[in-house]
């Protein structure tokens, strides 16, 4: 099963507006990446944020984690049509037989 | 700097071929993974290797088998390919800093198998 949900499946907004995308997990975690994928491409890591972390920033991204909820927002602001792709989150769960589970994805597209 | 390669790019066999996809890293690295990723499913693992020598069963690792035949090379073969193994195949390499791994991913082979 996965361990990583991320919401909403699908995002449609407009250039220069904000995209935020959430990820919701089940079990207690070290950290959490986020990673992009651009059609038909292989996933590129964006981010990563540490289980005593609550905020971190790398550029127009900006992740949260909330441990007690089990959940993780990415913000992309001042989106650009460039960031059109699929946005997975990946968690690396302090228990279990492998390294990270991938989450279903959601899917960003931003109109020029 | 190729960083990850995976041949080959595209495949199609009928059900009970065999095949092996290869992956190759060049950044020396020491774990590799291969995952699939099917339509609304997300990335599941397959199998991973943790070091030269080491490989371990993932997520969904039935009708497969895995070679970590040197540091660079991790090689994932369908003895007897069927249609449900129809999928876009993933290779990673992980790189460790402490605790954490920032996985480095190949483009992909898409498998169509009839």
């Known amino acids: 099963s996965q361990q990583g949900e991320e919401d909403p499946q699908a995002l449609s907004i407009q250039e220069g507006e904000n995209a935020t995308m959430n990820c919701s997990y089940k079990?207690?975690?070290?950290?959490l990446q986020w990673y992009r994928q651009n059609s038909g491409r292989g996933l590129v890591h964006l981010i990563l944020?540490?289980?005593?972390?609550r905020e971190k920033h790398s550029g127009r991204l900006r992740v949260t984690l909330d441990t007690s909820k089990k959940s993780s927002s990415l913000l992309i602001t001042a989106s650009r049509a460039a960031d059109t792709a699929s946005y997975f989150c990946?968690?690396?769960?302090?228990?279990?037989?492998?390294?990270?589970?991938f989450g279903t994805g959601t899917r960003l597209k931003v109109l020029a | 700097n190729a960083g990850v390669t995976q041949t080959p790019k595209f495949q199609v066999l009928k059900t009970g071929q065999s095949m092996t996809l290869q992956c190759a890293q060049d950044?020396?690295?020491?774990?590799m993974y291969w995952y699939r990723q099917d339509p609304g499913m997300g990335l599941r693992l397959i199998y991973y290797?943790?070091?030269?020598?080491?490989?371990d069963k993932g997520e969904v690792p039935n009708g497969y088998n895995v070679s970590r035949l040197n540091k660079r090379e991790f090689s994932l073969r369908l003895e007897s390919a069927a249609p449900s193994q129809t999928s876009v195949y993933f290779c990673?390499?992980?790189?460790?800093?402490?605790?954490?791994?920032?996985?480095?991913f190949g483009p992909g082979t898409r498998l169509l198998v009839l």
């Open positions: 990946a968690t690396d769960a302090t228990s279990g037989t492998y390294k990270y589970i």
């Open positions: 079990t207690s975690i070290n950290n």
């Open positions: 944020i540490r289980s005593n972390e």
């Open positions: 950044m020396n690295h020491n774990s």
């Open positions: 290797s943790a070091s030269e020598g080491t490989t």
């Open positions: 990673a390499a992980g790189r460790q800093r402490g605790s954490q791994e920032t996985q480095y």
